[in-house]
Nanobody, 125 residues
Framework: QVQLVESGGGLVQAGGSLRLSCAAS????????VGWFRQAPEKEREFVAG????????NYGASVSGRFTISRDNAKNTANLQMNSLKPEDAAVYFC??????????????????WGQGTQVTVSS
């Protein structure tokens, strides 16, 4: 079992930045891919970013590419999502998730076995 806890969400003005963190316990993250997803009210869960077990491979959703950066620190058992140039449409609950296949970060939520509870991001215009 892997327990995931997200933090770092909050209220920010459009154009601002936030850094989300995902802390894992129960297992080391070092062998697994980590993904970030988001879900806004009445919308489907959307892939935001993913990172392979080593950090060598990353993948981003089209709407955040160039603005968000995913990273990980296997020694600390954490993964982070740096979000810059935030837009009102980025507002959502953000979830981190673990894919036990760590070779490449997949964008389909069904591939991820463990999920955190989410952290709310609100962007004011």
């Amino acid at each position: 079992q892997v327990q995931l806890v997200e933090s770092g969400g909050g209220l920010v003005q459009a154009g601002g930045s936030l850094r989300l963190s995902c802390a894992a316990s129960g297992r080391t993250l070092g062998s697994y891919s980590v993904g970030w997803f988001r879900q806004a009210p009445e919308k489907e869960r959307e892939f935001v970013a993913g990172i392979s077990w080593s950090g060598a491979v990353t993948n981003y959703g089209a709407s955040v590419s160039g603005r968000f950066t995913i990273s990980r620190d296997n020694a600390k058992n954490t993964a982070n999502l740096q979000m810059n140039s935030l837009k009102p449409e980025d507002a959502a609950v953000y979830f981190c998730a673990v894919d036990l296949d760590g070779r490449r970060p997949r964008s389909e939520s069904r591939e991820y076995e463990y999920w955190g509870q989410g952290t709310q991001v609100t962007v004011s215009s």
